[in-house]
């Protein structure tokens, strides 16, 4: 079964509103978690390291007020997409691993669609 | 970081093998070799790695040549659930996280 759990499975909103994903490992702890877009037909791309207890590290291009990420316990990280607008429209996905070196789970994916 | 070349898309036949290939010629000592598949709107599942020799599993096998400069992960009977687009990513200690290349496209026909 899933070890790693992400909600909501889609999401439609209105542009200008914000939208939170939740990111959940099931039966481990999660120290460090990892989140990706996808656009159709692309690869994934790494957005950003989501780290328990601290703030996070986005990558090159990412703009970290506009996701926003709270990993605040041990199975919980959350991106919100603030201000959501077309160009978020995307497939976002959350990964995270028992230990660091190991393979990574992938949650199920959110596919926000911004009106 | 590495990075590795795959074809864009490959077809075969259903119970057939299928071989997919990645080259990474710039691969350093320490890079694992991991492959990953993504199924149609559902996020990446792991599938294999390994770091110089062969590996099976339940899944599939990854056959790493000598020089560690290209590798091949190999469905041993391709089914129509295995149509997915398979990635080859090399990771070292970069914390965990993998980086996705353009992967390959695999389709499987009945």
């Known amino acids: 079964g899933a070890v790693v759990s992400q909600h909501p499975s889609w999401v439609i909103c209105k542009s200008g509103t914000s939208v939170k994903i939740e990111c959940r490992s099931l039966?481990?702890?999660?120290?460090?978690m990892f989140w990706y877009r996808q656009f159709p037909k692309q690869s994934l791309m790494l957005m950003a390291t989501?780290?328990?207890?601290?703030?996070?590290?986005?990558e090159q291009g990412v703009e970290k007020d506009k996701f926003l990420i709270n990993h605040a316990s041990l199975t919980l990280s959350t991106l919100t997409v603030t201000s959501a607008h077309p160009e978020d429209s995307s497939f976002y996905i959350c990964?995270?691993?028992?230990?660091?070196?190991?393979?990574?789970?992938f949650g199920s994916g959110t596919q926000l669609s911004v009106l | 970081d590495a990075k590795t070349t795959q074809p864009n898309s490959m077809e075969s036949n259903e119970e057939e093998p299928v071989h997919l290939p990645c080259n990474h010629s710039?691969?350093?000592?320490?890079?694992?070799i991991h492959w990953y598949r993504q199924l149609p709107s559902q996020g990446p599942e792991y599938v294999i790695h390994?770091?110089?020799s062969n590996v099976n599993n339940r899944m599939a096998s990854l056959a790493i040549a000598e020089d560690r400069k290209s590798s091949t992960l190999i469905l041993h009977r391709a089914t129509l659930r295995d149509a997915a687009v398979y990635y080859c990513?090399?990771?070292?200690?970069?914390?965990?996280?993998?980086?996705f290349g353009q992967g390959t496209e695999l389709s499987v026909k009945p």
């Open positions: 710039t691969i350093s000592g320490t890079d694992y």
């Open positions: 039966d481990f702890q999660a120290t460090t």
């Open positions: 990964s995270a691993h028992r230990a660091t070196n190991e393979k990574l789970f």
């Open positions: 990513i090399l990771t070292y200690n970069q914390g965990g996280k993998l980086i």
């Open positions: 989501s780290n328990e207890g601290s703030k996070a590290t986005y």
């Open positions: 390994g770091l110089t």
